[in-house]
């Protein structure tokens, strides 16, 4: 892109500065560390950015133009100025009522698309009144046993009209499997159901350990999931490719970015190898990232990623549909970043966050409560971080343009520099067998725990500032108003689980759940049989349990 000429002129400029302008200025007052680093232990930061430092960037190849090849400056040729993105604040209460109310509260207040939490049990395939469920009900999320319990989820919400995100993994198929039949009740066509569920049981074993059955048939149902989504409701993504949690484990971007791929990959590669045309499935995969707290590392990140996407379904997958090469992808602020000390300081770091997203180009985003490092937002915090994402929408200006940050020398060369370190930790997955090779031999574990305990490190010591934690402290208290699940609203969701398990046909109950058990003995795809056993009102544990009994469970390290 420059002149070689040109670039000489400047490196000579460049010393000229550093000797007559800049040495004097260190002698005198210095600068305020030895060195300078990216947010978790990442890239160098230099002092200046110059053109020499972007000096091998070719604009077709790197760059070119939003909406085209190689999607480094966005997905869609107009990004934020044809249509913001989707506000969908994650949300999900203790009890199937308490989350049809926060839904109709958020949609009231402006928030464009749904995210639904679950609790513990739900997560981990247990019903409510199962003995491992004890303590855990409706505390991270809704606790959902039955369709009964998403009819009431989405009682006044025509599904036609709202796009939906569900954070689930291990049991998948059983949630979506509810949502479609929800849909169906309500008269809308499948095709018109729009929305996300994570299913990335890859990350499960890497982060954040919700798991039920082994890798191998966990990746079964995935590919039967996207075999049956691509036939019967085209239009909703069927998979979350989560780095979220990766670097919530206390991964570098570079690392977020290169295990998220590597999951990517690896459910492409068994998509096909199922027999599943890649351009048939691929354009409804979705990538969930992390918007962290370096506002420029985290939008070099998003950049780097699409541009790395793109090279791997054009190069690694030979797609030729456009959509199944555009990386698209959920954003959502880093809870582990927020602390239980001085809350309202969360405020602030959400908004930076958020602000990360948007200037890499989210398609949708979530803003954290204040108060989430204590317990599922109150009305008012949520409130407060839709607000966030509405005044960064229509008050900043940061939306205005597509790629606001092009052509900047710190956030070019820093887009390189994570996707070159992204690239080579790839080239280790692939040398170890892929990304379940690596995670089964627990290698990719143990590279986010040494940068978590590097990072631990740094904080305890007080080289890693943390406002309100370990500087700029305050010994004034606190006065929380945090939401709590009560013992009655347990003892009610275990009642009416009683109630229909009373009311149902057990006949048709059993009968759709052996046919699920021969499915899933066989090669017969899943999914079908799973609609089918919800509408009988099959319980998620009973669903679940007949697929542990086929498949077997996961202890951490082997099956059993």
Not at 129 to 142: I, P, R
Not at 143 to 166: K, N, Q, R, Y
Not at 242 to 249: C, K, L, P, Q, T
Not at 471 to 497: N, R, T, Y
Request: some cysteine.
């Amino acid at each position: 892109m420059f002149d070689e000429a040109d670039l000489e002129a400047i490196r000579e400029a460049h010393a000229a500065w550093a000797d007559g302008t800049l040495d004097p200025t260190l002698e005198r007052f210095g600068e305020r560390k030895a060195s300078f680093t990216t947010d978790t232990a990442g890239q160098s930061v230099e002092r200046l950015y110059t053109p020499v430092d972007v000096a091998d960037l070719e604009y077709d190849e790197d760059l070119g133009f939003p909406g085209e090849p190689p999607y480094t400056r966005g997905v869609y040729p107009t990004m934020h100025r044809g249509r913001l993105w989707t506000m969908r604040q994650y949300a999900g209460m203790g009890t199937p009522a308490e989350t049809n109310e926060r839904f109709h509260y958020l949609l009231d207040e402006g928030q464009t698309g749904l995210s639904m939490a679950f609790d513990l049990p739900t997560q981990m395939g247990h019903d409510s009144d199962d003995s491992m469920a004890a303590g855990e009900v409706g505390k991270s999320g809704v606790a959902i046993d039955t369709l009964a319990d998403m009819e009431t989820v989405f009682d006044g919400i025509p599904l036609d009209e709202v796009s939906t995100s569900m954070t689930i993994n291990a049991p998948a198929a059983v949630l979506l499997a509810m949502y479609i039949a929800v849909g169906d009740r309500q008269g809308v066509d499948r095709d018109q159901l729009r929305g996300t569920i994570q299913n990335d049981v890859l990350k499960e074993y890497v982060a954040r350990n919700t798991y039920i059955f082994p890798p191998d048939p966990s990746m079964r149902i995935v590919t039967d999931i996207f075999e049956f989504c691509a036939a019967e409701v085209p239009n909703f993504n069927t998979i979350s490719i989560s780095g979220y949690h990766i670097r919530e484990a206390g991964s570098t971007a570079a690392q977020e970015v290169a295990f998220t791929l590597g999951d990517g990959i690896e459910y492409v590669q068994a998509a096909v190898e199922a027999g599943l045309d890649v351009d048939a499935f691929a354009p409804q995969l979705s990538f969930f990232f992390n918007a962290h707290n370096n506002i420029f590392e985290e939008a070099a990140k998003f950049r780097a990623a699409r541009r790395m996407w793109y090279r791997i379904m054009d190069e690694r997958f030979g797609a030729t549909d456009p959509g199944a090469k555009r990386l698209k992808f959920h954003a959502q602020t880093a809870g582990s970043t927020l602390t239980a000390q001085q809350i309202e300081n969360n405020v602030v770091r959400v908004g930076y966050q958020a602000l990360a997203a948007v200037l890499g180009g989210a398609q949708s985003l979530h803003t954290n409560g204040k108060d989430e490092a204590l317990s599922i937002p109150t009305e008012q915090s949520v409130r407060t971080a839709l607000r966030t994402q509405q005044i960064l929408a229509h008050e900043s200006g940061v939306a205005d343009t597509v790629d606001p940050l092009a052509g900047s020398y710190y956030v070019e060369s820093l887009t390189d520099e994570i996707e070159a370190d992204a690239w080579a930790i790839l080239e280790e997955v692939d040398a170890r067998g892929g990304m379940q090779a690596a995670i089964e031999e627990q290698w990719v574990q143990r590279q986010i725990q040494d940068v978590a305990y590097q990072r631990q490190q740094e904080i305890e010591a007080g080289d890693r500032v943390i406002v309100g934690v370990n500087a700029f402290e305050s010994a004034d208290a606190q006065d929380v108003d945090i939401e709590d699940v009560s013992a009655a609203d347990v003892q009610s969701k275990i009642e009416g689980l009683d109630a229909v398990r009373a009311d149902r046909d057990q006949a048709a109950v059993d009968a759709a759940l052996e046919d699920l058990r021969t499915a899933a003995a066989g090669a017969e795809n899943v999914m079908p049989h799973v609609v089918s056993a919800v509408k009988a009102y099959a319980t998620v544990g009973e669903i679940c349990d007949v697929l542990r009994d086929v498949f077997g469970e996961y202890d951490g390290a082997t099956s059993v």
